[in-house]
């Protein structure tokens, strides 16, 4: 079945730094999502990618959906506090599974200390 | 505007114990999906309605899982008979006519069976 590979798995930052993470899959995707879970809390949804190519940004977050169709990669600039948390990459699956996302394993960001 | 609602938020319940998970999804969206979050494996799909109809319940782990979605606003997933291993956070997400993919999800409840 369709998996997505999502790295790095865990990352220290300090605030002020930018930050880069990645998805990959060996299966095209129609959408890219990218969601951010707090604990205790559900997944929320970040931004969503709809094209090969697209590159979108909400306030200090960049996404872009890899030509191939097969890549994602989440931005976050001038790092801060809040942004603390477990980031998943998803995709929308194709053909009888449009209607489900696959979710990558997440890539949990922490403060250094 | 009200976002998922789950009940209850905890749950400690003895193995061989039914347990019923609550689910309201948001006004107006038409899809609903169960998920569940391990450590070990991260978030699965358990099954998803739209338009009250289960159209995929591949991901549900064995006959001791259920759900249902009587109306548009309320879906249960229930265990029975638990066991240990099902101890899990379960989230319940739903998403608008159309954009299946934009799930909204609930702040989840967090099963543990002993």
């Known amino acids: 079945g369709q998996q997505l590979n999502q790295s790095p798995q865990s990352m220290f930052i300090q605030e002020g730094e930018d930050v880069s993470m990645n998805c990959t899959s060996s299966?095209?995707?129609?959408?890219w999502l990218w969601y951010k879970q707090e604990p205790g809390e559900g997944p929320v949804l970040l931004i969503a990618?709809?094209?090969?190519?697209e590159l979108t940004s909400n306030g200090r977050l960049t996404a872009q959906f890899g030509i191939t169709r097969k890549d994602s990669f989440l931005n976050i600039s001038a790092s801060i506090p809040s942004d603390v948390g477990i980031y998943f990459c998803?995709?929308?699956?194709?053909?009888?599974?449009?209607?489900?996302?696959?979710f990558g394993s997440g890539t949990r960001l922490s403060i250094r200390p | 505007d009200a976002g998922v609602i789950q009940s209850p938020r905890h749950e400690v319940t003895e193995m061989g114990q039914e347990v019923t998970l609550r689910c309201k999804p948001i006004?107006?969206?038409?899809?609903l999906f169960w998920y569940r979050q391990t450590m070990m494996r991260g978030l699965e799909l358990l099954i998803y309605f739209n338009n009250n109809v289960p159209i995929d319940d591949s991901g549900m782990p064995e006959d001791r899982f259920s759900a249902k979605m009587p109306n548009a606003s309320f879906s249960t997933l229930k265990i029975q008979p638990s066991e240990p291993r099902d101890s899990a956070v379960y989230f319940c997400?739903?998403?608008?006519?159309?954009?299946?993919?934009?799930?909204?999800f609930g702040p989840g409840t967090r099963l543990t069976v002993t």
């Open positions: 299966s095209i995707f129609n959408t």
């Open positions: 006004s107006g969206h038409d899809y």
């Open positions: 990618l709809y094209k090969a190519g």
């Open positions: 998803a995709g929308q699956g194709t053909g009888s599974s449009a209607s489900k996302i696959i």
């Open positions: 997400a739903s998403s608008p006519p159309g954009v299946a993919y934009e799930q909204y």
